[in-house]
DNA sequence: CCGGGTTTTTGCGTACCCCGAAAGCTTACG
DNA sequence: CGTAAGCTTTCGGGGTACGCAAAAACCCGG
């Protein structure tokens, strides 16, 4: 698993280009921060921002990604016996509405990024990225559940529909105001799923 | 609504630069292609095309766009007194699996044309957009027809899913080997999501 | 049919992004 | 250690996208 301090560089200076990435675009937006800037902060050359991301835009949504992807994990990892529905609704509520921010991200900045995020237009096509990772994820997950025969659109068409409820649930959440609990919103969101 | 020769000509250069990017980036590939081609194609300055479009990819893609936004006006468009389901299945099957390619588009260029996007990473972002197009169309005109709350998530929950469910039976069918009817596909996904 | 006002097109210049190639350093491993 | 493998850096080029100001095209009232 640890493949030497080769590899853990190399994880280390994609979580700093990302969170740099994030941060600084956050403070100053996403124009008035160049790809020169975010390598200068973490101490690289510009060329190699690109040889770890392909787009500063793909950079700023990394660690929405990744935790896409955990989202993917933890699903798999709920008992077996669980029903589907219930499996999904814990693991939604668990990673998005549990504060599990990821990697040590100060909660601000992260509130703050994705609020960013959905504003700006550059960015809006790395965002429906996101949200198709987490469709990836979970469809994934739901297929190794259910071990659904090989052709069957089932996994992809309810892993998207739970990511569009997730979607929906937390872009109401960045513009409520009075703010709301995202929790109770996701809630509302699987409901209407359920019941359509 | 007519807004004389000057609105004509607008939509017709839009319309024009958008399908000769299509063709264009079906036969050479997207990066085989540049926007000097394909303003040189439809006969304007490649000054003018950012005019139109704010990318290569955009402009590609507008086709698909404006068929999204067809969708939502065909829902908007069916009997009130039909249930939900029946209207949005209706409308769907109706659109995508009716040979209702946009604009004199060739069918196998808006076949190929939408493989290619697909496949292509550099355009993947954009065909997210076409999807959240989706989305939003359809939308925007369940809350019309439900009258639902203000607050209410239910219309992008449903809205979402569906595109969901719409895009997955089309990637399915862009893969299918030996081909399968769209409209099959279509059926199969939105129960699915009935069933969920 | 024609001239003034408006909108669109265009050319030019600029800033930036992303990538290929080759050279330089660092880590891995025998 | 010393050689092989992998990353980073430097350099340079092809493209994209957009601001700006001048020129062309269009619309309308006289």
Request: hydrophobic share 25%; net charge negative.
């Given at each position: 698993m640890e493949q030497g301090l080769r590899e853990r560089k190399k994880q280390a200076t994609r979580q700093a280009l990302a969170l740099a990435a994030l941060r600084l675009t956050v403070e100053r937006g996403f124009d008035g921060v160049l790809v020169e800037d975010i390598a200068a902060e973490v101490g690289v050359s510009p060329r190699t921002f690109n040889n770890y991301f392909s787009s500063k835009a793909e950079a700023i949504c990394a660690l929405a990604v990744d935790r896409a992807q955990r989202a993917g994990a933890a699903l798999r990892a709920?008992?077996?016996?669980?029903?589907l529905r219930e499996a999904i609704s814990a693991t939604v509520l668990a990673e998005?509405?549990?504060?599990?921010?990821?990697?040590?991200?100060?909660d601000r900045v992260w509130f703050d990024g994705l609020r960013m995020v959905l504003a700006t237009p550059a960015m809006q096509g790395e965002y429906l990225r996101v949200r198709a990772a987490m469709q990836d994820a979970l469809s994934s997950a739901i297929a190794a559940r259910l071990s659904?025969?090989?052709?069957?659109?089932l996994p992809e068409v309810v892993g998207g529909a739970v990511a569009t409820a997730c979607d929906a649930a937390t872009h109401r959440w960045l513009h409520s105001d009075p703010p709301v609990p995202l929790r109770s919103l996701l809630e509302e969101a699987l409901g209407h799923l359920a019941e359509y």
């Open positions: 709920r008992p077996p016996s669980e029903p998005l509405a549990g504060g599990a921010v990821p990697e040590h991200v100060p659904t025969p090989p052709g069957s659109l």
